[in-house]
């Protein structure tokens, strides 16, 4: 295999792993944004909560099944109150109060976890026997423990896809997004539905912060940093669609890797070394938005509508 | 014309501002036999908090060592701190110099604040020695006979790397760092002295965690070495991120100094191991003042120092010995230049002197970490550049 061959795989491994992360956050958010018509901005803030409960107890105990839970646990405990203490006054409210309010969670958890693990970047290592690099193709060697984030998030896809066209949650969470009116009025407990429809998106964006953790550095702040793309991921897979969620996340992960890694490259045999670099470090950053006004000019409600 | 206008601005502030008023007319800063007030700005809340913890000890310390005086003069220390924004510094330095009427200031951690601090301090007669932050404009075209550099011109960190690199052979290299003005100089430094071909050069998002792109370039472009500077936390991920690649065992990885520091090597751990980087000190240097300094700043803070503790401390001394030269006098900036300039003190890097542009001419050398005693650890190597100044001297002009 030719090494431009080898790289390019390589990059495109790189890309749908940032494109399962994406796609953890971006289930629960267009799930919740869908189903309960809330924008939340704090969704980001469960992430970062995942990501520190298991670093904390990865340190503590030294064990990542431990550390696996608590990160879990922790992140739908976090969102179930959140939903059960804030959300509920919002469901009625406009938009706008959600994003204040939600903005305001933003300030809250990032301000909370300054007080108690203060601004120094917590380190977590990556699990023993899950270290070091795998050949998967002649020429192309790869971490294990990214193959492994790739693999969860695809389990977590197919889990997905079997809870909500298999199992009776799964229909009351389709027909709670399309007919809500229709299913309060069948008697169904939609507050209850509301619950846990929260928690396990709040689950999911614990479970993509813990498996973060290792990789980047678990700060506060951090789940700003994947809430804006997630967002994206939201809009051009189509809002409510867990479907579309899957799709555009592993889409914009991929462009936004491949563009990072190419442009520069392609800029610089027409100018200067250090000018194509700088340029093409800002037109790779572009990229995705983009890439999010022409899916929204094709398609206005994204790639995969759920109220077609 | 503005001075005098600031002057009555400044009496009439007094005037509104009864207990502030009140509280500098029961110290007055020139009472004979009441010690000298020296102010210290620094970063003291956020990410670089720690940094500004180890300047204001050290300078702490030197004093303490000297029984609360510094050249024989006695001083007191006054500590704010500026949350690194510019604003709040500025404020800081208003007050420092109208209310306490203090003419000397240091402890500024970051570039971005300095540039806003000091052309207030400098315009309004004062002195300012910084401990840390060096940029290149107060170098070269807007040197002042009354600005200090203790530390290090910003560019020499990147340009030590680049001897270093070169020192070590590797002839093609591969280099990173932030698209930011400080990114880009850094690269820009470290090309200036680098002999070798650059076998790549990435400019990576400010706001970027994951490097899996860029590392699966470096590892494509197969050069002899990568030079990276990415600062806090972003750094700490970068490298971990290069040692989860298997990078680290067959490509060796050059740093400047803020990039691994004692605090930074602490939060990294063994993976550090191999990292090649320089510096002007390190806490093992054989020196007797550098050996004191180190055994004293164990012992009351139960901590290694850091360069930014080691700078702080000969910033302490060499305010000492221009003040035994003026006999403890601040007010004529004059007399203070030619004291300090000849640099009496017995710097912690073994030797020290200032170049025209009141800048550090200085030795680097080159630092590699290695398990010592089975704890990773700096250890002093060779030496890179032999009394290296910068590069803006020539166009300062008092």
């Known amino acids: 295999m030719t090494p431009g061959v080898a790289l390019l795989l390589e990059q495109l491994l790189n890309g749908v792993q940032l494109g399962v992360t994406l796609f953890l956050l971006a289930a629960g958010l267009t799930l919740v944004f869908g189903i309960m018509g809330v924008i939340n901005l704090a969704h980001g803030s469960l992430y970062m909560v995942g990501a520190y409960a298991a670093a904390v107890t990865a340190t503590a105990t030294g064990s990542p099944w431990l550390a696996l839970l608590a990160g879990l646990a922790a992140a739908a405990a976090t969102g179930m109150v959140v939903e059960f203490v804030v959300l509920r006054r919002l469901y009625a409210r406009d938009h706008l109060d959600q994003v204040l309010a939600t903005f305001g969670l933003i300030l809250f958890f990032n301000e909370g976890t300054v007080l108690v693990f203060g601004r120094q970047p917590l380190f977590v290592n990556v699990p023993e026997g899950l270290r070091g690099a795998v050949r998967v193709l002649p020429g192309v060697d790869y971490p294990v423990y990214r193959l492994l984030i790739i693999a969860v998030g695809l389990l977590v896809a197919l889990g997905l896809y079997l809870l909500i066209q298999r199992t009776r949650i799964g229909m009351l969470v389709r027909a709670g997004a399309t007919h809500r009116e229709m299913v309060r009025a069948l008697g169904v407990d939609i507050r209850l539905l509301y619950t846990l429809v929260f928690g396990l998106g709040a689950l999911l964006a614990g479970l993509a912060g813990l498996m973060a953790g290792p990789i980047l550095s678990v700060q506060v702040g951090m789940g700003e940093q994947i809430l804006i793309l997630t967002f994206v991921v939201v809009v051009i897979g189509g809002i409510g669609s867990v479907r579309g969620a899957l799709f555009g996340a592993v889409l914009v992960g991929v462009v936004d890797t491949l563009l990072r890694a190419y442009v520069p490259g392609l800029l610089r045999q027409v100018m200067a070394g250090s000018e194509a670099d700088a340029l093409g470090a800002g037109l790779a950053s572009m990229g995705v938005y983009l890439l999010m006004a022409l899916v929204l000019l094709a398609k206005p409600r994204g790639l995969f509508p759920a109220h077609a | ?398």
């Open chain 2, 1 to 398: 014309m503005t001075v005098h206008r600031r002057g009555l601005l400044a009496s009439g502030a007094a005037l509104g501002l009864a207990p502030l008023a009140a509280s500098s007319l029961a110290r007055p800063a020139l009472a004979q036999g009441a010690p000298l007030k020296i102010g210290m700005i620094t970063t003291l809340s956020g990410a670089g908090s720690y940094i500004g913890a180890d300047i204001r000890d050290a300078f702490q310390l030197a004093m303490d060592m000297e029984g609360g005086k510094l050249g024989g003069v006695p001083v007191q220390l006054m500590v704010e701190d500026d949350g690194l924004r510019p604003g709040q510094g500025k404020q800081v330095a208003e007050r420092f110099m109208k209310n306490e009427r203090i003419k000397l200031l240091t402890g500024i951690v970051f570039s971005n604040v300095l540039g806003a601090v000091a052309p207030d301090v400098l315009d309004a007669g004062g002195i300012y020695v910084s401990p840390n932050a060096s940029p290149s404009n107060l170098a070269g075209k807007e040197c002042s006979k009354n600005f200090w550099s203790i530390a290090w011109q910003n560019d020499s960190l990147h340009e030590s790397a680049g001897q270093l690199a070169t020192n070590l052979g590797q002839k093609r290299m591969f280099i990173l760092a932030p698209n930011y003005q400080a990114g880009r100089d850094a690269l820009t430094g470290f090309k200036r002295l680098y002999k070798g071909t650059i076998a790549g050069e990435v400019y990576t998002r400010l706001d970027q965690t994951d490097y899996a792109a860029e590392m699966a370039q470096i590892r494509a472009a197969a050069p002899d070495g990568v030079y990276q500077f990415h600062p806090g936390g972003l750094g700490i991920a970068f490298l971990r991120q290069y040692i989860q690649a298997g990078l680290m065992a067959n490509l060796p990885m050059t740093l400047a100094a803020p990039s691994m520091d004692a605090t930074t090597l602490a939060a990294v751990g063994e993976a550090a191991v191999g990292v090649n980087l320089t510096s002007h000190w390190n806490s093992d240097f054989p020196n007797e003042p550098s050996k004191r300094f180190v055994a004293a700043f164990q012992q009351k803070f139960n901590r290694l120092p850091t360069f930014y503790a080691q700078q702080s401390f000969d910033a302490a001394l060499a305010i000492g010995a221009a003040l035994k030269g003026t006999g403890g006098k601040v007010d004529d900036t004059e007399a203070f230049y030619r004291a300090m300039k000849p640099a009496n003190f017995e710097s912690t890097r073994g030797k020290f002197s200032f170049g025209p542009n009141n800048h550090p001419v200085q030795d680097w050398w080159a630092l590699k970490v290695e398990n010592v005693a089975g704890k990773p650890a700096l250890v002093t190597k060779d030496r890179v550049l032999t009394d290296h100044g910068d590069a803006y001297s020539a166009q300062c002009r008092f």
